[in-house]
Protein backbone atom coordinates (compact mmCIF):
# COMPACT_ATOMS: atom_id res chain seq x y z
CA UNK A 1 0.00 0.00 0.00
CA UNK A 2 3.01 2.31 0.81
CA UNK A 3 4.60 1.94 -2.40
CA UNK A 4 1.70 2.56 -4.19
CA UNK A 5 1.17 5.70 -2.06
CA UNK A 6 4.46 6.73 -3.30
CA UNK A 7 4.35 5.80 -7.09
CA UNK A 8 0.63 7.93 -7.05
CA UNK A 9 2.67 10.92 -5.65
CA UNK A 10 5.63 10.59 -7.89
CA UNK A 11 3.57 10.61 -10.87
CA UNK A 12 1.13 13.87 -9.73
CA UNK A 13 4.28 15.76 -9.16
CA UNK A 14 5.84 14.94 -12.25
CA UNK A 15 2.83 15.77 -13.71
CA UNK A 16 2.60 19.10 -11.82
CA UNK A 17 5.95 19.71 -12.95
CA UNK A 18 5.20 19.96 -16.65
CA UNK A 19 7.72 16.96 -17.12
CA UNK A 20 5.09 15.28 -19.39
CA UNK A 21 6.77 14.71 -22.96
CA UNK A 22 6.42 17.74 -25.25
CA UNK A 23 5.24 15.68 -27.64
CA UNK A 24 2.25 14.27 -25.18
CA UNK A 25 -0.79 17.16 -25.73
CA UNK A 26 0.87 19.16 -28.13
CA UNK A 27 -1.57 20.57 -30.55
CA UNK A 28 -0.72 21.43 -34.12
CA UNK A 29 -2.13 22.70 -37.67
CA UNK A 30 0.28 21.56 -40.48
CA UNK A 31 0.07 20.98 -43.82
CA UNK A 32 -2.01 22.05 -46.74
CA UNK A 33 -5.21 23.45 -46.25
CA UNK A 34 -7.98 25.23 -48.08
CA UNK A 35 -9.31 27.55 -46.29
CA UNK A 36 -13.31 28.72 -47.14
CA UNK A 37 -14.66 31.88 -46.57
CA UNK A 38 -18.28 31.74 -46.56
CA UNK A 39 -18.80 35.29 -47.35
CA UNK A 40 -21.86 34.49 -48.98
CA UNK A 41 -23.94 34.56 -45.92
CA UNK A 42 -22.48 36.78 -43.69
CA UNK A 43 -23.96 39.21 -41.60
CA UNK A 44 -23.32 42.63 -39.49
CA UNK A 45 -23.69 45.86 -38.52
CA UNK A 46 -21.61 47.17 -41.25
CA UNK A 47 -22.64 48.08 -45.19
CA UNK A 48 -19.79 45.61 -46.09
CA UNK A 49 -22.20 42.64 -44.75
CA UNK A 50 -25.07 43.84 -46.90
CA UNK A 51 -22.72 43.59 -50.14
CA UNK A 52 -23.39 40.59 -51.88
CA UNK A 53 -20.12 38.65 -52.69
CA UNK A 54 -19.50 34.83 -53.03
CA UNK A 55 -18.27 32.43 -51.21
CA UNK A 56 -14.16 32.25 -51.73
CA UNK A 57 -11.29 29.79 -50.92
CA UNK A 58 -7.72 29.55 -51.01
CA UNK A 59 -5.03 26.69 -50.46
CA UNK A 60 -2.47 27.89 -47.98
CA UNK A 61 0.69 25.76 -46.28
CA UNK A 62 0.44 25.93 -42.03
CA UNK A 63 3.33 25.30 -39.63
CA UNK A 64 3.41 24.38 -36.40
CA UNK A 65 5.83 25.23 -33.28
CA UNK A 66 5.50 24.93 -29.79
CA UNK A 67 7.72 26.11 -27.52
CA UNK A 68 8.13 25.69 -24.12
CA UNK A 69 5.89 27.71 -21.51
CA UNK A 70 4.38 30.14 -24.44
CA UNK A 71 1.20 28.89 -26.40
CA UNK A 72 1.89 26.64 -30.18
CA UNK A 73 2.25 29.16 -33.15
CA UNK A 74 0.82 27.64 -36.46
CA UNK A 75 2.34 30.18 -39.35
CA UNK A 76 0.83 29.99 -43.03
CA UNK A 77 3.81 29.31 -44.86
CA UNK A 78 2.56 29.07 -48.27
CA UNK A 79 0.16 30.48 -50.49
CA UNK A 80 -1.31 33.57 -52.27
CA UNK A 81 -0.27 37.23 -51.44
CA UNK A 82 -3.43 38.70 -49.76
CA UNK A 83 -5.28 41.24 -52.49
CA UNK A 84 -5.11 43.74 -49.45
CA UNK A 85 -1.74 45.04 -48.88
CA UNK A 86 -2.36 45.92 -45.25
CA UNK A 87 -2.73 42.55 -43.76
CA UNK A 88 -0.33 41.58 -41.86
CA UNK A 89 2.11 38.58 -43.35
CA UNK A 90 2.67 35.90 -42.68
CA UNK A 91 -0.44 34.83 -40.90
CA UNK A 92 0.16 33.76 -37.33
CA UNK A 93 -2.47 31.89 -35.33
CA UNK A 94 -2.10 30.91 -31.88
CA UNK A 95 -3.55 28.11 -30.08
CA UNK A 96 -5.99 28.91 -26.82
CA UNK A 97 -6.18 25.73 -25.91
CA UNK A 98 -9.07 24.87 -28.21
CA UNK A 99 -9.03 26.67 -31.30
CA UNK A 100 -6.30 28.34 -33.18
CA UNK A 101 -6.78 32.26 -33.47
CA UNK A 102 -5.16 34.92 -35.37
CA UNK A 103 -5.59 38.33 -34.46
CA UNK A 104 -4.70 41.27 -36.36
CA UNK A 105 -4.82 44.98 -36.96
CA UNK A 106 -5.37 46.45 -40.78
CA UNK A 107 -7.30 48.40 -43.28
CA UNK A 108 -10.55 47.62 -44.16
CA UNK A 109 -10.97 48.47 -47.95
CA UNK A 110 -14.43 50.02 -48.35
CA UNK A 111 -16.16 49.18 -51.66
CA UNK A 112 -18.09 52.33 -52.77
CA UNK A 113 -19.56 50.45 -56.27
CA UNK A 114 -17.86 50.77 -59.35
CA UNK A 115 -15.63 53.11 -60.76
CA UNK A 116 -15.54 54.83 -56.83
CA UNK A 117 -12.37 54.56 -54.59
CA UNK A 118 -12.60 52.67 -51.84
CA UNK A 119 -12.65 54.09 -48.25
CA UNK A 120 -10.32 52.93 -46.11
CA UNK A 121 -10.38 52.20 -42.23
CA UNK A 122 -8.96 50.98 -39.35
CA UNK A 123 -10.17 47.31 -38.69
CA UNK A 124 -9.38 44.66 -36.51
CA UNK A 125 -9.95 40.95 -37.04
CA UNK A 126 -10.62 37.87 -35.02
CA UNK A 127 -10.33 34.58 -37.25
CA UNK A 128 -10.79 31.37 -34.46
CA UNK A 129 -10.64 27.71 -36.34
CA UNK A 130 -11.55 24.89 -34.28
CA UNK A 131 -10.73 21.21 -35.16
CA UNK A 132 -12.91 19.08 -35.64
CA UNK A 133 -13.36 14.79 -35.19
CA UNK A 134 -12.46 14.78 -38.69
CA UNK A 135 -9.89 16.75 -39.51
CA UNK A 136 -11.50 19.65 -40.42
CA UNK A 137 -11.84 23.41 -38.96
CA UNK A 138 -14.47 24.80 -38.16
CA UNK A 139 -14.69 28.76 -36.91
CA UNK A 140 -15.83 32.38 -37.14
CA UNK A 141 -13.87 35.46 -38.75
CA UNK A 142 -14.92 38.47 -37.44
CA UNK A 143 -14.03 42.13 -38.59
CA UNK A 144 -14.46 45.22 -36.51
CA UNK A 145 -14.73 48.59 -39.01
CA UNK A 146 -13.91 51.70 -37.08
CA UNK A 147 -14.94 54.77 -38.99
CA UNK A 148 -15.96 55.26 -42.41
CA UNK A 149 -19.08 54.49 -45.03
CA UNK A 150 -18.39 50.43 -44.12
CA UNK A 151 -18.19 51.24 -40.39
CA UNK A 152 -19.27 48.61 -37.91
CA UNK A 153 -18.95 44.49 -38.04
CA UNK A 154 -19.11 41.81 -40.22
CA UNK A 155 -19.00 38.04 -39.35
CA UNK A 156 -18.74 35.14 -41.55
CA UNK A 157 -17.89 31.33 -41.29
CA UNK A 158 -15.16 30.23 -41.93
CA UNK A 159 -13.74 26.34 -42.38
CA UNK A 160 -10.19 24.51 -43.23
CA UNK A 161 -10.39 21.28 -44.76
CA UNK A 162 -6.94 19.26 -45.44
CA UNK A 163 -5.86 19.34 -49.10
CA UNK A 164 -5.58 15.31 -49.98
CA UNK A 165 -1.94 15.18 -50.90
CA UNK A 166 -2.23 11.02 -51.82
CA UNK A 167 -1.04 10.83 -55.14
CA UNK A 168 -3.51 9.72 -57.56
CA UNK A 169 -3.11 6.11 -59.21
CA UNK A 170 -4.03 5.60 -63.01
CA UNK A 171 -4.60 1.89 -64.92
CA UNK A 172 -3.99 -1.13 -63.31
Not at 21 to 39: E, N, T
Not at 157 to 168: G, K, L, N, S
Amino acid sequence: MRKALVVVVLVAAWLVSGAVPASAAQPSWDGQYSLKRFAASKYGTSLAARQGEPDFSDVYTFTTECRSGVPCVSTVSGGPAPKNPTLPQPARYVFDGTSWVHVYDWQWDCYQGPDKAKVWAPARSVATYTKQADGTYTGLWRTDIDGGPCNGYVEMRVAAYPVDQTPVRFGS
